[in-house]
């Protein structure tokens, strides 16, 4: 892809660990370095993570001030969700009506996996963020991310011997990061996107007793999958500190994962990515490589 013919494009959030391999893999996809923009809300934290000739802006999902200084001259733009979980929806309004405003041809949402039909309390504010989307004018494709194998604390599960959940016996079809943020960077590369869903789940799904068996396997040490009832999960999650709207959040996901919305046969991901999705055994090796190192 070289620089006369390649549209700009602006990652959001891009100090966080998928803004950053966002970058990474759109450099990797030939994007030339002054053609990517990383919208930041703290510009000294960027400093030193991108590569030379990467554009730093500042901008803020809090305020609608310098946003269309943020997003001039961006023709693709990747509005990575917010992970304050408190009016995400109202946060995700500020980048779109500015993406409308500066005449943005194409902006791709980091959504949820079966985002229209799940009912675990993470799908509302994507539910009210594509419907955003679709009343805007903004041409939009989502990207419907499922669960990332890096949400499983696996450092913790190996010093108390357990892996904790509400999960049941439900089955997860997580991807890697990474294997999201190349995705994204596919389809932000890719013409003709806009009105596309991407249903973005990895090839394997696993229950959490798998998980905790591929830690003992790999790690030699016993590792087992402690099943609660959700008001027990959210006592125990309290109980370990956590506030209560996030020992929510993760047991209504659990909930979620109980009914199989967080598993999908065939999704669009392989495809996007040309490769098979990172597998659990990969991601179990691969954190217990971090830990050693």
Do not use: C
């Not at 997003?71 to 969700?81: E, H, T, Y």
């Amino acid at each position: 892809m070289n620089s006369t013919s390649s549209p700009t494009i602006a990652v959001t959030a891009a100090t966080g660990k998928l803004g950053q391999l966002v970058v990474s893999s759109l450099l990797e996809r030939g994007v030339p370095a002054d053609h990517i923009v990383a919208i930041v809300r703290n510009p000294a934290k960027a400093q030193g993570l991108f590569a030379p000739g990467v554009q730093i802006r500042q901008a803020d999902y809090n305020s609608p001030e310098g946003w269309d200084r943020a997003l001039a001259g961006v023709q693709r733009l990747l509005l990575i969700s917010s992970s304050d979980l408190n009016d995400r929806a109202d946060q995700h309004r500020t980048v779109i009506e500015a993406a409308s405003a500066a005449g943005v041809e194409l902006l791709a949402y980091t959504s949820l996996l079966k985002a229209d039909t799940a009912r675990m309390s993470l799908a509302a504010d994507h539910q009210a963020t594509e419907k955003l989307l679709t009343e805007s004018g903004v041409p939009f494709v989502l990207l419907r991310n499922g669960w990332y194998l890096e949400n499983y604390d696996l450092a913790q599960a190996l010093q108390t011997g357990s892996v904790l959940g509400a999960a049941g016996t439900g089955r997860i079809s997580s991807a890697s990061r990474k294997d999201l943020a190349e995705a994204a960077a596919a389809a932000l590369t890719r013409d003709g996107q806009a009105g596309k869903v991407y249903e973005l789940a990895g090839d394997e799904a696993f229950s959490l007793s798998e998980l905790a068996a591929e830690l003992s396997k790999q790690s030699g040490k016993d590792v087992q999958y402690r099943n609660f009832a959700p008001e027990d999960y959210q006592r125990t999650l309290e109980g370990f500190g956590l506030p209560a709207p996030v020992a929510q959040m993760l047991v209504s996901s659990d909930e979620g994962v109980a009914r199989g919305e967080l598993e999908l046969p065939n999704s669009d991901l392989r495809e996007l990515i040309g490769r098979p999705s990172t597998s659990l055994k990969e991601a179990v090796a691969s954190q217990l490589a971090g830990q050693q190192a």
